[in-house]
């Protein structure tokens, strides 16, 4: 795979990573008062991280939620909504910048072409 492959690739590979982030951020805040719900979240970089490193195609990546641990409170649940809302704004700012340096190397792609 040529390097304009590679870094296309792990772009993509990113922001599918955040994508599925921010979903389980959401679904965290909306089960904040739900009994014995564990919250779940995804570390999509370390994950990333070993793909390149085994050269393992990144197409195929599975990011893969898991329990995270927690303080419980009296009816079993973990979810902090303001620990969850930073959580969700810092995975927010990662995947507009994924998205934006996807878009530059779109565009210098495009410009290398002449079009």
Do not use: C, H
Not at 52 to 81: D, H, K, M, R, Y
Not at 102 to 108: K, P
Request: aromatic share 4%; glycine share 6%; hydrophobic share 40%.
């Amino acid at each position: 795979m040529s390097s304009l492959d590679s870094t296309q690739a792990i772009l993509a590979a990113a922001m599918r990573g955040a994508w599925q982030r921010q979903t389980l951020l959401t679904d965290n805040i909306a089960n904040a008062n739900t009994p014995d719900y564990k919250r779940q979240d995804v570390n999509f970089q370390a994950t990333l991280r070993s793909a390149i490193g085994s050269e393992e195609s990144l197409e195929s990546v599975q990011f893969t939620p898991e329990a995270q641990p927690q303080v419980v409170s009296p009816n079993g649940n973990g979810v902090s909504v303001d620990q969850e809302s930073a959580l969700l704004a810092e995975n927010g700012l990662q995947y507009e910048t994924l998205s934006q340096m996807l878009g530059a190397e779109n565009t210098t792609l495009l410009a290398a072409m002449g079009l």
